[in-house]
Nanobody, 118 residues
Framework: QVQLVESGGGLVQAGGSLRLSCAAS????????MGWFRQAPGKERDFVAA????????NYADSVKGRFTISRDNAKNTVDLQMNSLKPDDMGVYYC???????????WGQGTQVTVSS
């Protein structure tokens, strides 16, 4: 089991940057793929980025490629999402997620709000 707590959301102007962080409990953090998802008001939760257990491989939604960077620190049990060149379309609640090895996303944080003003 792993519990996830996000932080770092807030209000930023378009073109600005934010860094989200997700702290995970448990001693098997390195066994989990980690990801970030976001949900805008009235919309479904969408995939943003993911990173493999060792951090060697990452993948991103097309809409954030080149602007967002996901990283993890297995020694600290954290996964971060650096978001640059933010757009109003990036607004929403951002959720940290974990999936054990190749299983589906099964653990979720409570979410952190990101607001981008135009």
């Amino acid at each position: 089991q792993v519990q996830l707590v996000e932080s770092g959301g807030g209000l930023v102007q378009a073109g600005g940057s934010l860094r989200l962080s997700c702290a995970a409990s448990g001693r098997t953090f390195s066994s989990y793929r980690m990801g970030w998802f976001r949900q805008a008001p009235g919309k479904e939760r969408d995939f943003v980025a993911a990173i493999t257990w060792s951090g060697v491989r990452t993948n991103y939604a097309d809409s954030v490629k080149g602007r967002f960077t996901i990283s993890r620190d297995n020694a600290k049990n954290t996964v971060d999402l650096q978001m640059n060149s933010l757009k109003p379309d990036d607004m929403g609640v951002y959720y940290c997620a974990a999936a054990l090895y190749y299983s589906s996303w099964s653990h979720w944080g409570q979410g952190t709000q990101v607001t981008v003003s135009s």
